[in-house]
């Protein structure tokens, strides 16, 4: 069986539209929602049940499954919070009577420090595009971007080119659930940006008349003159990091990482650096202070003639 019976596969479709409609998730996040619940439906329907009636062991068996398998501390606790609110959902619509999932409980998350890059390790990766040639200019603009601003990857792909003010330098940014925030960039993201407005975007835009700066359209294309994607964007940044950084494991998110934690280790309030990242708990912001402490220490070890 590689598909849900009918009446699980129907519920998960109406779900997957409550979570783009209603909630204004990203597709992304209701995209994995479904795979999640498409999961749980197949292993129920193997034991001749459904999503309708499910029972809280069986769902702590169908976890235990997924965790023999090799599954990650966090593919399971996103699994686990795509049941849980698949079935608060379907308390409230009369789908069911009762949560078999009220009592499921999140994995205890691995302590795991994000990777940060040195501030001369992103200089060389922004330094490493080209700028003579179009590709060339949006990369850099991109990277400088993604640190400069502490963008998300989707963040970024998602912006317009009336998005960005490179005069006042600030970005305007959707963020998770629909939220807007306005984030400062800095010189340099705001040099790389102009240059790619005028001499680069309009040379990648499908259509020949994409204006450098009041064009509303797409940022960022790919090659083939789409809208750049988080998979083109991972990608580009990829290559770069092989070039100047070797096997370093770098995504578009340690960029993230690195503004954040640089930040603070210059003196900027936590609950500042919170706004410009666009987290809604304060607990979320707090592990990048872990960071910086560890890079004190670091230098502390390495420096001083009594450590």
Known sequence: MDAPVPADA??????????????????????????????????????????????????????????????????????????????????????????????????APASRLPTVLKPSEASRLAMAAGITDPIGLRDRAVIELMYGSGLRVAELCGLDADDVDVKGQRVRVMGKGGKERVVPMGDFACGALREYLAKGRARLAASPHAASYSDPGPLFFNRRGKRMSTRDARAMLTRYVRATLGSRQVSPHTLRHSFATHLLEGGADIRTVQELLGHASLATTQRYTHVSRGRLFDAYRTSHPRA
């Open 10 to 107: 129907e519920v998960i479709d109406a779900f997957a539209d409550h979570l783009l409609l209603e909630r204004r998730l990203s597709s992304h996040t209701a995209q994995a929602y479904r795979g999640d619940l498409v999961s749980l439906a197949l292993f129920l329907n193997r034991g001749s049940r459904s999503l309708f009636d499910a029972t809280y062991p069986q769902l702590r068996r169908w976890l235990a499954n997924l965790r023999t398998r090799g599954y990650a501390r966090s593919s399971l606790a996103r699994k686990v919070g795509a049941v849980r609110t698949f079935y608060v959902w379907a308390v409230r619509r009369g789908l069911i009577a009762s949560d078999p999932a009220a009592l499921l409980r999140h994995p």
